[in-house]
């Protein structure tokens, strides 16, 4: 009921929020590499996430070309051959 008084129905009315309107100087003034991802590698996040996928990515074509190649004896290199 208080609301609907002249005065008090006033106090709660919102002025309208005026908004800057920013210039395309002062946008492209923040952009900077990290913006095009250009610093995407220095946290280490990106080689914890794809780490596994390449390595499985990179098996899969060695494996896909090796098909195309005709071999079929798969050489493995690492701490099994070292171990013969």
């Known amino acids: 009921m208080a609301k ?3 005065r008090v129905r006033e106090l709660f009315e919102k002025p309208p929020e005026l908004r800057k309107r920013r210039s395309k100087y002062n946008i ?5 590499a990290s913006y095009y991802g250009y610093r ?24 896909e070309e090796w098909r195309r190649k005709g ?5 493995t290199v ?6 013969e």
């Open 40 to 63: 995407d590698g220095e946290d280490g996040v990106l080689e914890k996430e794809e780490g596994p996928s390449e390595a499985n990515l990179r098996e899969e074509e060695a494996d």
């Open 71 to 75: 071999t079929k004896e798969v050489v």
């Open 4 to 6: 609907k008084l002249p």
């Open 78 to 83: 690492g701490v099994a051959a070292a171990s």
């Open 28 to 32: 492209s003034k923040r952009i900077d």
